[in-house]
């Protein structure tokens, strides 16, 4: 991910974050597809988290 400041485009802080999410293909075609549409919904919100609580440290809270 990469965070720039909007009103001049400079880059104010940078990094990665990486985690998994699995799922079982047992079952029928229509199950395994749930399930991975399940897992990649569950991967996003964990990349959010990490990203997120990533930028709080970094930044600071803006909340007063």
């Known amino acids: ?11 104010v802080t940078a990094g990665r974050v ?3 999410a699995s799922y079982s293909t047992t079952g ?5 597809r749930a399930a991975r549409r ?3 919904r569950r991967l996003s919100r964990a990349l959010a988290d ?3 609580t ?6 600071g ?3 007063p």
């Open 1 to 11: 991910y990469g965070l720039r400041d909007a009103a001049t485009g400079v880059l």
């Open 18 to 20: 990486e985690t998994f």
């Open 28 to 32: 029928s075609t229509l199950s395994a």
């Open 38 to 40: 399940d897992a990649q």
């Open 50 to 52: 990490l990203v997120v």
């Open 54 to 59: 990533r930028l709080l440290v970094e930044l």
């Open 61 to 63: 809270d803006p909340a």
